[in-house]
């Protein structure tokens, strides 16, 4: 077991590495993703290795959040190079907008 631990964390550097030198953003979401889950995976193979059930409830509650984190950040970097993002994000809020009763045209 010591060996799967020694290369999932052998295999979250090189990611790490990865999410630092990622010419894009979503090339470092992925990469950050990625440690995401090994660190998850050794959360539950420290909780099969000790019989801590606190810490199977800590990856499971880790990988939740981790989830909704890649969705926010999907969610942002959408909207930064979407500009239709941020005019549906101005209806979203209840600002006064209105419909011209085109396709798709928004009046704010």
Known sequence: MIYIILFILLTAFVTFLRALRGPTVAQRVVAADSIGLMLFSLLLLLSSKLQAKALLDIAL????????????????????????????????????????????????
Do not use: M, P
């Open 61 to 108: 509650v880790y990988a939740i959040l981790q989830f909704i984190d890649v969705l926010v950040i999907t969610r942002h970097i959408d909207c930064e190079y979407d500009y239709d993002c941020q005019e549906n994000t101005e209806r979203d809020s209840g600002e006064n907008v209105h419909h011209k009763g085109g396709e798709g045209e928004w009046d704010s």
